[in-house]
């Protein structure tokens, strides 16, 4: 006997699942047991205004096919090596946007490929430690957004009482644009304010200012 078949021979050995049909199954149900308790987690802690249901349901069924193909995976060496050659030529296009969203990925990832694994206790606890880190980081407090300010006058000398309302009232502001335009001023601004409707009150009151708009929106905080 040669060589190299002895060494196939103890690497397949080796490589053998000792999985039985009833081992797969109890994975597969306790990667889907876990797969919707990652469902559920998503689903109460986003915050997004468009709640996208099937990016959840993906969650689910990510996790129980990964756990397939993992137990797949260790069972046969023959049908391990086809698994990773049809899945190299996948291509996914689908942008991930919000950096929470790409982190229940890897989490619904990882929860299959521990559970084909057949290690399903460490996946158990991953879920109780990334639950329990979740919702104690979301209870920190975290400072507010700066809303933006746009002011339309009609008199460009009207600028310094502008500024000093605006120092009177705001905690912190800072100048983003100033457009001069045949003696009309307008300036677009970031401020903070405990009290929002005295500040604009005391800007719409200068003799000039002929309109005063606040938005709020919902950016990076920069500190």
Not at 40 to 46: A, P, W
Not at 74 to 94: D, E, K, Q
Not at 151 to 172: G, M, P, R
Request: aromatic share 10%.
């Amino acid at each position: 006997m040669h060589f190299t078949d002895i060494f196939k021979q103890s690497f397949l050995r080796e490589f053998s699942s000792n999985y039985s049909n009833t081992s797969m199954l109890f994975f597969l149900c306790v990667a889907a047991a876990l797969g919707l308790y990652i469902f559920l987690v998503y689903r109460i802690v986003t915050k997004k205004s468009f709640y996208n249901k099937n990016f959840n349901l993906s969650l689910w069924v990510l996790t129980v096919i990964t756990a397939g193909i993992i137990i797949t995976i260790s069972s046969n060496i023959i049908l391990s090596l086809g698994m990773v050659g049809a899945l190299s030529i996948v291509r996914y296009r689908t942008a991930i946007k919000d950096p929470m969203d790409l982190i229940f990925l890897f989490w619904s990832l990882a929860t299959g490929i521990i559970c084909g694994a057949g290690i399903a206790i460490i996946a158990v606890e991953l879920a109780v430690l990334v639950t329990i880190g979740v919702f104690i980081l979301d209870k920190i407090p975290m400072p507010r957004a700066m809303k933006i300010m746009t002011i339309s006058a009609s008199d460009s000398k009207c600028e310094d009482e502008i500024l000093q309302a605006l120092k009177s009232n705001c905690k912190h502001y800072k100048i983003k644009s100033r457009t001069l335009s045949a003696g009309l001023l307008n300036i677009v601004l970031e401020y903070s304010t405990t009290d929002e409707k005295a500040c604009t009150d005391a800007i719409s009151a200068i003799a000039s200012v002929n309109s005063v708009s606040t938005i709020a929106h919902d950016g990076e905080v920069t500190f």
